[in-house]
T-cell receptor, first 112, second 109 residues
Framework: DAGITQSPRYKITETGRQVTLMCHQT?????MFWYRQDLGHGLRLIYY???????DKGEVPDGYVVSRSKTENFPLTLESATRSQTSVYFC???????????FGPGTRLTVT | KQEVTQIPAALSVPEGENLVLNCSFT??????LQWFRQDPGKGLTSLLL?????REQTSGRLNASLDKSSGRSTLYIAASQPGDSATYLC????????FGTGTSLTVIP
């Protein structure tokens, strides 16, 4: 089905481990985004990408790495997970003409 | 940096009532403003998108307005239903998307 998907939906990992969250969209939207959602902070932008091989930092990029080798995929890697990275992570893509954003279902990450 | 505020943080109304949710932002240099709905434990569903050149958008019982000069948007929900219970988020699209912290709406049957 067309849309934006994320995997895994739930993940528990230990402090110091590397974790990669996957995001895939079928619309061929140019822009893709990663957000984290925390109580009291709302949604905050981690990284975004304007096209394949073009990425840029958002509001809270520290501790995260992204890549975008293909238009449809935008993985987010936590190189050495910390407890403060426990959060719900949302991937989004943006329609090129109208700039409307569409969100994936989210990944709930717990770092113990 | 863009600051987006949503008031009230929580709202409880009886079924059938009309209601207004508010969103204010500090930087009027925006491309558009988007309203979302989020159900508990779920992702965000787009409700309405208002381009910076527009004043309002309507979809069914929902009407969103935008006053860029004053940095305000409202989401009007007519004849509320229990199924409207959710958190409503506004997002302002300038150089980046900035989100408010949302209004949690409960519609009481």
């Amino acid at each position: 089905d067309a849309g934006i998907t994320q995997s895994p939906r739930y993940k528990i990992t230990e402090t110091g481990r590397q974790v990669t969250l996957m995001c895939h969209q079928t619309w061929s939207h140019s822009y893709m985004f990663w957000y984290r959602q925390d109580l009291g902070h709302g949604l905050r932008l981690i990284y975004y990408s304007a096209a394949a091989d073009i990425t840029d930092k958002g509001e809270v990029p520290d501790g995260y790495v992204v890549s975008r080798s293909k238009t449809e995929n935008f993985p987010l890697t936590l190189e050495s997970a910390t407890r403060s990275q426990t959060s719900v992570y949302f991937c989004a893509s943006r329609r090129d003409r109208t700039l409307e954003q569409y969100f994936g279902p989210g990944t709930r990450l717990t770092v113990t | 940096k863009q600051e987006v505020t949503q008031i009230p943080a929580a709202l409880s109304v009886p079924e059938g009532e009309n209601l207004v949710l508010n969103c204010s932002f500090t930087d009027s240099a925006i491309y558009n403003l988007q309203w979302f709905r989020q159900d508990p434990g779920k992702g965000l569903t787009s409700l309405l998108l208002i381009q910076s050149s527009q004043r309002e958008q309507t979809s069914g019982r929902l009407n969103a307005s935008l006053d860029k000069s004053s940095g305000r948007s409202t989401l009007y929900i007519a004849a509320s239903q229990p199924g409207d219970s959710a958190t409503y988020l506004c997002a302002v699209n300038g150089n980046q998307f900035y989100f408010g912290t949302g209004t949690s709406l409960t519609v009481i049957p």
